[in-house]
């Protein structure tokens, strides 16, 4: 029995802690060529998440979970000492305080770690070389797009979403290695490919493969030129973006090796409304084989073939409601599985954001449902609400 009661009690609870924030951060120059900026930013989530289980015995939740956790927490350092060269670092902590997680060495419960660390070489914004530990330049959704601005509360289920997990090889979304990329005809389109180490560990791994990835996009209107883009604009751009991304590793996979290999199509639409609003919204297709992760309350295993839709849109209303702006939002997932006698997953919800001052300092809330199309002893139902406050500068 869902004791929705009590969420009213934690979004109360959880308003009492918001401050006045601002995103600006402390740039700092040293002199004409060296320069940076130093940010911090983070999350505090309240969770509840209804009894279930899934088909990984650890992942069964006997009861249902209030949870309390600091979803994100990042200091992060940028800069340049030339103009042909810069770095950037994300030293972050993630899920601190979340029921029954614990892994200290990728800064998951406890713990701090480098998130994000890299080193780019630029001879020109057409052809850029940057090394360290970065997104993959895959998909759109945790490819490209900064959780500091997403349009949902989270990440896609199977994209690095909190009750879910990534389908593909990373270390919490990140992989290290080396990518080649820019912006081409006048930064409407942009390229990136990535050379890295994928999944390490021997048994999947033993030769030690490496991982090759890619991503190019086109933008039609408003030129997307960053490393980071955001997934709603707030009605400061308007974007229609087209991508493709592809990656793939040799693994292996029980008694057989094989080639992970997956690729997806995505388009993303953001226009202002001559009311003040603003109107958003994503697709994509992603195709895999041979998956290379679990995910976590759906049927998809190891080595399985399988396709994941993904849909989101949200409407920014014109004006202020009350000190904020408010952003209704709706998602949903379907997480197919391309084998006899196993079931696709559904994963739908809807949301609001509350901007108090653009994606840094936000109130959010997201009503989610895992549906599975034929619930089993291991894989189950599951519905998750998820309240958070976002402060930064």
């Not at 297709?285 to 679990?294: C, F, K, L, P, Q």
């Amino acid at each position: 029995m869902i004791r929705l009661c009590k969420i009213p009690i934690m979004v109360l609870i959880l308003i009492c802690f918001i401050g006045s924030f601002s995103w600006a951060g402390f740039k700092f120059k040293i002199n004409d060529s060296t320069k940076g900026e130093i940010d911090f930013w983070t999350q505090a989530w309240y969770q509840y998440a209804e009894k279930a289980s899934d088909s990984n015995g650890d992942n069964i939740l006997d009861e249902d979970v209030n949870d309390f956790m600091i979803r994100r927490a990042y200091f992060s350092i940028s800069g340049e000492s030339t103009p042909y060269l810069s770095f950037f670092t994300h030293i972050a902590a993630d899920r601190i305080g979340q029921n029954n997680l614990n892994d200290s060495s990728l800064g998951l419960g406890s713990g701090v770690a480098f998130r994000d660390l890299w080193i780019t070489l630029k001879p020109s914004d057409a052809l850029k070389l940057q090394v360290g530990r970065m997104y993959v330049p895959f998909t759109r959704n945790y490819g490209t797009t900064s959780t500091k601005s997403l349009l949902t509360t989270d990440l896609d289920w199977a994209q690095g979403g909190i009750r879910g997990n990534i389908f593909y090889p990373s270390k919490v979304g990140r992989d290290d290695g080396a990518t080649l990329w820019g912006n081409l005809m006048e930064d409407k389109f942009q390229y990136r490919f990535m050379v890295g180490e994928g999944v390490e560990n021997t048994s999947q791994n033993p030769d030690d493969n490496l991982r090759f990835a890619g991503r190019i996009s086109a933008n039609f209107f408003d030129a997307e030129t960053g490393w980071f883009n955001q997934g709603t604009y707030l009605g400061k751009k308007r974007i229609l973006a087209i991508g493709f991304g592809a990656d793939s590793q040799e693994l292996v996979f029980g008694s057989r090796t094989d080639d992970y290999l997956a690729w997806t199509v995505d388009v993303h639409y953001d226009q202002p409304l001559s009311n003040g609003g603003a109107i958003t919204a994503e697709a994509a297709y992603i195709d895999i084989e041979n998956v290379a992760n679990s995910i976590k309350y759906t049927q998809l295993v190891p080595g399985d073939n399988g396709s994941i839709v993904s849909l989101k849109a949200g409407y920014l209303f014109p004006g202020n409601f009350g000190i904020g702006r408010l952003q209704p939002f709706a998602h949903y997932e379907l997480i197919n599985v391309d084998k006899t006698g196993k079931d696709d997953t559904q994963v739908y919800g809807l949301g609001l954001n509350y901007f108090f001052k653009g994606h840094a300092n936000k109130l959010s809330l997201d009503i989610s449902n895992v549906d599975q199309e034929q619930e089993t002893i291991s894989v189950q139902d599951h519905f998750v609400v998820t309240v958070q406050i976002a402060a930064g500068f």
